[in-house]
């Protein structure tokens, strides 16, 4: 880009680095005979249900927008199935918005609370678009690092040393991409003791609630005292395997449901009519498939542990999400040399840790959403590459 063409664009978007699992996944798709471990992505495809009910509403005509936070039919059925699935109750007149993905439900929850200079508390190793997200609102995120000694989980202590005069919420994600964390009820319960006792606002990131494997889920807004501090993002792209379709809701107080509404409709208008069909579907006749899948990642998850364990990579077993998060520290090398060579010798693609934040440096994210064929011979691949560096 030229000097001329850089003064056109914004300095805070000029300053953005471009997403580093986007790098390699532009890596591996250049290259043949690769298996991707990278994207964090379904391997199934959206079930033929869900599918059959967006073509559905195409053939009765329903072409048109619908109402800016999204179908009533829909957002009621969202109502129903939060408080029955996890005990937190949204009116869904004016508590409930449907969002194009869960990523925009972030970005306007973001632009609808922050002010220039606000700060924002992360936990690292996050997800590569909460930092730019903020930055982008104004905001200013503040590094927590959840470390592996603790298997990923933050503690409360850690979040309240971080508060400072300036902070006005945290942005916090479980079960987390990439490490697949949980916290507990007990776990949450203490950190909402520090967001009330300092009057934040939590941005509660809980796209792969449906994908927990060894414990009941637990929603933050289902924490005494913290429905009317949280806002609740989520969507369909991950336990419904409908990424393609980018569809996403969130929940929270009545005032903060109308800011966001108010810049969705001036910025989007409304999500997909077709897709917003598809996902009613989903929440009326999708927990078989969603429990099939679960069932599937279960099985690859426990598999890819001990196969990671076995070649000498040190890895917790995660409690959700599709992601392992191993560390290649005993190799000698960081977190980009050793996917690059990786990638170069043996054709699998695994994101680096550090493109997850400086915390992240040192591991390696693996996705475990293909098949077991796949991951199979991915670990073979490793496994080799492993014994190369011996």
């Not at 329903?62 to 009116?91: C, D, I, P």
């Not at 449907?98 to 996050?126: H, Y």
């Not at 590569?128 to 200013?140: C, D, F, H, K, M």
Request: hydrophobic content about 40%; some cysteine; overall charge negative.
């Amino acid at each position: 880009m030229s000097t001329y063409e850089k003064n056109y664009i914004a300095d805070h978007v000029n300053e953005l680095k471009p997403s580093g699992i986007r790098k390699f996944f532009d890596l591996a798709s250049k290259m043949e005979n690769v298996i991707s471990l990278g994207v964090g992505e379904p391997d199934f495809v959206t079930p033929w249900n869900v599918i059959e009910a967006s073509y559905h509403s195409l053939e009765r005509g329903y072409t048109a927008y619908t109402a800016n936070a999204g179908l009533w039919e829909l957002r009621k059925e969202l109502s129903v199935f939060l408080e029955a699935n996890y005990q937190v109750a949204y009116n869904p007149e004016d508590q409930l918005l449907v969002t194009v993905g869960a990523s925009q439900a972030i970005d306007l929850a973001c632009r609808a609370i922050l002010n220039p200079g606000d700060e924002v508390i992360v936990i690292e190793p996050s997800f590569v678009s909460y930092v730019p997200t903020i930055r982008l609102a104004g905001g200013v995120p503040v590094i927590v690092e959840a470390t592996e000694e603790h298997a990923f989980k933050v503690q409360a202590e850690q979040i309240e040393k971080a508060i400072t005069s300036k902070t006005k919420a945290l942005l916090i994600c479980s079960p987390n991409n990439p490490t697949g964390a949980v916290l507990s009820k007990e776990e949450m319960e203490q950190i909402s003791e520090v967001a009330k006792a300092h009057d934040l606002i939590v941005f509660s990131d809980e796209i792969y609630a449906d994908l927990i494997y060894d414990e009941a889920f637990t929603s933050f807004a289902s924490i005494p005292g913290m429905i009317e501090r949280t806002i609740l993002i989520s969507g369909f792209s991950k336990a419904f395997a409908m990424t393609g379709w980018r569809l996403g809701y969130a929940a929270g107080p009545k005032s903060i449901v109308e800011a966001m509404t108010k810049i969705h409709q001036y910025t989007i208008m409304c999500a997909s009519t077709m897709a917003q069909h598809g996902a009613l579907e989903a929440l009326r006749n999708g927990k078989g498939s969603v429990l099939e899948m679960k069932t599937s990642y279960r099985q690859r998850r426990n598999y890819v542990v001990k196969a990671l364990q076995e070649m000498g990579l040190s890895c917790h077993l995660p409690g959700g999400a599709f992601y392992v998060f191993p560390s290649i520290k005993s190799t000698g090398l960081d977190s980009e040399a050793f996917a690059e060579a990786l990638l170069e010798d043996q054709r699998v693609a695994v994101v680096p840790g550090n493109v997850f934040g400086e915390s992240g440096e040192g591991y390696i994210r693996c996705s475990y959403a293909t098949s077991m064929k796949q991951l199979t011979e991915a670990m073979k691949r490793m496994r080799r590459f492993m014994e190369k560096l011996k």
